[in-house]
């Protein structure tokens, strides 16, 4: 059986779900939630959510929970061809334990909504998506009240919709062609036409000069900030001006109206905690904008990756859909536009710079909230809402959730907080890890002899807990730049990096647990020299030492067995592997080195 995606997936289930649900109860719950994963083999979907009050609405109302089980089985079982069901799972962010929605209990009494008529099934796969906006006031009441008084009555019927839609159903590029008016992409290669092109009115040549027509203003954004110029917009003025259309002037300016660091992509972002539902919803963004989460707006502090983000979404788009008309601009520049547009008498030049785009990405919106910025914020406002009228993709990013922007307008509060709003949190000690390795690989491509142990990598991933990753990743930065002039790439060490980044990292009297640590620990445990310890004498007043402080070397921090015995001046692994196995049996039938390895643990705890 070949995968299903995701996304396709769970659109199906929404369309299916909008049919069967009236629109309060479809706001409320279904809508804001957001598919995680789907495990195939195990037959589990995960869905997410960011309100707890969700999950416990669609727990305790059978209606909701009657149709999201009975939708997305119907597709399940459509698509994989079979007639297992799935396992449905809400979790909720931050949440310590998902909820697992049961199949509906038959003692309810609750009619199983489906998408059928009285004489034909309707087949998922040709269900035209509703356009939430075209469907009137009336539609909506009549299909509600039909709902309720087969719920009261309990009448064992089907519900039948009737629901016409003329739109034809497209997939992929096809469908955001149609609907932002754009060209076709064809695979054929252009031809020339075999008719002559038609003309509104004929053309005709004449003797006489051509009559004069007054210039037509163009949108424009100069490919360089105007610094020291009098006017942000000198190729629009009138002696520069040829006669070409705004979609043309704003292709030739594609490079200073993307501004798109191709390097913030998704594959380059490591989502992990919070960030998770925030990176799933960007690529269902990315895949089909402007369909479900419009606007978009990611919350965090600064240096938690939304800019990052913000950026992948733009380059996944630009990458799937060309044609589309792509704008990212930080709030700060806008604000700048504005007011060089407002001096040199270009406002209309400007609405329609920003009013034709099909995705506008802007960063730090919170910077326009000031009161002195009041004629930026009607202005912006009237943008937000030609393009959302438009049907176009908005986000946002910002370090303040709109209902703390004490000074933005309240119609653009409660517009931002109209769509998805995501929050990104300070990342854990494991995501930490892994965007350290994802850098240090990166690293090595051009310096392969770079080697940073494990216990080095632990080592950032506690000191920068709940930090930036911009202080993580200068922290790399300047300790391998370090490293590098000193020769020391293959000798970077826990202490090593506390040295170079003495003045970068806080003091604290915790101690980071290492190989070093253990041993040194080990050695004062056992009153022996360090240098008897990992030395090659097999004494057992040494050997035994040296095995406990192999075992805790794996057992605690979980380091490789090759780098342990290179610790311990050994050449093979295998003498790390026989020291931990021989520990471990021995505290199987010794209770009193059972009770001497407990309390070094102990203590070792207690001082890290």
């Not at 119609?411 to 990104?424: A, E």
């Not at 003091?507 to 050695?523: G, P, V």
């Given at each position: 059986m070949s995968n299903i995606n995701l996304n396709d997936f769970w659109n199906k289930v929404y369309e299916d779900i909008k049919k069967l649900l009236p629109k309060p109860v479809l706001e409320s719950s279904i809508l804001l939630l957001l598919p995680l994963t789907l495990d195939e083999n195990n037959k589990i979907l995960t869905l997410m959510t960011m309100q707890p009050h969700v999950k416990d609405y669609i727990e305790q109302e059978p209606k909701a929970n009657n149709v999201l089980h009975n939708s997305v089985n119907n597709i399940w079982q459509r698509l994989s061809k079979s007639n297992s069901k799935l396992t449905i799972i809400i979790d909720v962010v931050a949440d310590k334990e998902p909820t697992i929605i049961s199949e509906p209990s038959e003692s309810v009494g609750i009619p199983v909504y489906t998408a059928k008529t009285t004489n034909q099934i309707v087949d998922v796969e040709q269900i035209t998506p509703i356009n939430k906006e075209t469907l009137t006031n009336d539609s909506f009441l009549e299909n509600q009240t039909n709902i309720e008084n087969t719920v009261k009555t309990n009448i064992d019927t089907t519900t039948q919709f009737n629901t016409q839609n003329n739109d034809q159903q497209l997939k992929g590029y096809d469908q955001l062609a149609q609907r932002f008016g754009l060209p076709p992409i064809s695979n054929e290669p252009p031809q020339t036409p075999s008719v002559p092109p038609t003309y509104e009115e004929p053309v005709k040549v004449l003797a006489q000069p051509p009559v004069s027509r007054p210039p037509i203003k163009r949108p424009y954004i100069p490919e360089e900030p105007a610094m020291g110029s009098d006017s942000l917009f000198p190729h629009l003025e009138p002696t520069n001006m040829a006669p070409q259309d705004a979609n043309t002037i704003l292709n030739e300016n594609n490079k200073s109206i993307l501004q798109l660091n191709p390097a913030y992509t998704f594959d380059t972002f490591i989502p992990g905690g919070s960030s998770q539902m925030a990176y799933v919803a960007a690529q269902n963004i990315a895949e089909n904008p402007a369909t479900r989460y419009n606007p978009f707006f990611i919350y965090g502090k600064s240096g938690l990756g939304k800019t990052h983000l913000?950026?992948?979404?733009?380059?996944?788009?630009?990458?799937?859909?060309?044609?589309?008309?792509?704008?990212?601009?930080?709030?700060?520049?806008?604000?700048?536009?504005?007011?060089?547009?407002?001096?040199?008498?270009?406002?209309?030049?400007?609405?329609?710079?920003?009013?034709?785009?099909?995705?506008?990405?802007?960063?730090?919106?919170?910077?326009?909230?000031?009161?002195?910025?009041?004629?930026?914020?009607?202005?912006?406002?009237?943008?937000?809402?030609?393009?959302?009228?438009?049907?176009?993709?908005?986000?946002?990013?910002?370090?303040?959730?709109?209902?703390?922007?004490?000074q933005m307008e309240d119609?653009?509060?409660?517009?931002?907080?109209?769509?998805?709003?995501?929050?990104?949190e300070p990342p854990n000690s494991e995501t930490l890890e892994a965007i350290t390795k994802s850098y240090i690989d990166k690293q090595r491509e051009l310096l392969p002899e770079l080697r940073i142990p494990n216990e080095v990598i632990r080592f950032f991933g506690t000191t920068y807990y709940n930090r930036s990753v911009r202080d993580l990743q200068g922290a790399l930065i300047k300790l391998i730049s370090a490293a590098e002039m000193e020769q020391k790439l293959d000798q970077i060490t826990v202490e090593y990096a506390r040295y170079v980044l003495?003045?970068?990292?806080?003091?604290?009297?915790?101690?980071?647990?290492?190989?070093?640590?253990?041993?040194?620990?080990?050695?004062?445990?056992?009153?022996?020299?360090?240098?008897?310890?990992?030395g090659q004498k097999r004494n057992k007043q040494y050997a035994h030492p040296r095995q406990i402080a192999m075992y805790l070397c794996r057992e605690l921090i979980n380091e490789s067995y090759p780098q342990i015995s290179q610790a311990f001046g050994k050449k093979d692994h295998t003498t790390a592997i026989h020291a931990y196995t021989k520990i471990s049996e021995d505290m199987e039938k010794n209770a009193d080195l059972k009770r001497m390895i407990s309390d070094i643990i102990s203590k070792i705890n207690g001082h890290t």
């Open positions: 913000m950026h992948a979404i733009g380059n996944e788009i630009k990458r799937r859909y060309p044609a589309l008309r792509i704008m990212c601009i930080t709030s700060e520049n806008f604000l700048n536009l504005f007011v060089q547009a407002i001096r040199f008498k270009k406002n209309e030049e400007f609405r329609n710079t920003f009013r034709k785009v099909d995705v506008l990405l802007i960063d730090d919106i919170q910077f326009i909230q000031d009161n002195r910025y009041a004629g930026t914020q009607m202005e912006f406002f009237h943008t937000f809402n030609a393009l959302t009228d438009g049907k176009k993709q908005i986000v946002l990013t910002s370090d303040t959730l709109p209902q703390d922007m004490d119609r653009l509060k409660t517009r931002f907080n109209s769509g998805l709003v995501v929050t990104i003495r003045d970068l990292i806080p003091e604290t009297e915790e101690t980071i647990l290492s190989i070093t640590y253990i041993q040194d620990f080990i050695a004062d445990y056992f009153k022996i020299k360090k240098e008897l310890l990992v």
